[in-house]
């Protein structure tokens, strides 16, 4: 917008355009009303103090309004940009809540785990009492049926000795 720079210089340089914009519009005027056939040698001359003060009146009244309505942009493009910040820090705040979350169930589930894991060991030491237990019982049965083997076969070897025994001996000859 031209309407930034526009201070006392600004404003001579803007009526400057404003007059040529002026001759322009009425060289143009000058051109639709004559005939293409025929030639215009009529000229209007606009006195340059009025174009002056027209220009000046003319910046007057929307000069401050544009003004105005710069600044207002200004503080909204400003507003907008701590809007922005202030989202992104939320944007931020939440994603460390979730990444606590995340760490919150994996806390959960290591204990979890964990008191699975105790669980396990404690049945592990109950299974090995037990199969201690039944190696024990298991080593003395089979002490026992090794002893009764050997109560049997004992037993059997006095049988065939008291028959031997009892088997009638030939007399022997002298």
């Known amino acids: ?16 355009h404003l007059h040529r914009r002026a001759e322009d519009l009425q060289k143009t005027q000058q051109d639709s009303e004559c005939p293409e056939s025929s030639t215009c040698v009529e000229n209007v001359y606009v006195d340059k ?86 190696k024990k019982r298991a080593l003395k049965l089979q002490q026992q049926k090794q002893k009764e083997v050997l109560e049997k076969e004992q037993q059997r070897e006095k049988e065939l000795e008291r028959e031997r025994q009892l088997i009638a001996k030939p007399a022997k000859r002298t």
């Open 1 to 16: 917008m031209e309407v930034e720079g526009m201070d006392e210089e600004g404003t001579s340089s803007h009526s400057g």
């Open 49 to 134: 103090k009025a174009v002056d003060k027209l220009t000046e009146g003319l910046l007057s009244h929307y000069l401050p309004d544009l003004q105005n309505s710069k600044r207002a942009l200004q503080e909204l493009t400003q507003n907008q940009l701590i809007l922005l910040d202030t989202l992104d820090q939320e944007v931020t705040k939440f994603r460390e809540c979730n990444t606590l979350l995340d760490l919150n169930s994996l806390f959960t589930e290591a204990k979890f785990y964990h008191n699975k894991l105790v669980s396990i060991r404690k049945e592990m030491i109950l299974l090995h009492e037990k199969t201690t237990k039944l």
